[in-house]
């Protein structure tokens, strides 16, 4: 009995952790801009989760506006894993 609580006690902090942000907006921010080969005059960043259970990553949206209304002349999606910090992936691929 001991050892099963001890197994769940384990399996709740593991789970605890791997949801916990880490990386605040701002981290989030510089590291996709450091991540693209323009600079951005527009940034957009929103929280989403993924995958079960829901791990949390930053989506940052970097874009420059074309001469066109509603288009872009520069635009990059970035998703960043907001516990450990790591870079998932970079849409379109940059640098």
């Known amino acids: 009995m001991i050892v099963a609580v001890l197994v769940l006690a384990f399996v709740v902090a593991q789970t605890c952790q ?9 981290q989030a921010i510089a590291k996709a801009q450091a991540q693209v ?5 527009r940034t957009q960043i929103r929280m989403v989760r993924q995958g ?3 791990r949390p990553y930053w989506v940052v949206s ?3 506006p ?3 209304p509603g288009t872009f002349s520069e635009l990059a999606v970035v ?3 907001a516990n450990t910090g790591k870079v998932k992936d970079v849409n379109p ?3």
């Open 37 to 41: 080969n323009f600079e951005p005059q």
């Open 79 to 81: 998703r960043i894993d």
């Open 18 to 26: 791997k949801s916990q942000l880490r990386l605040t907006k701002d």
């Open 93 to 95: 691929p940059q640098r």
């Open 66 to 68: 074309g001469k066109t």
């Open 52 to 54: 079960i259970p829901g």
């Open 62 to 64: 970097l874009s420059s």
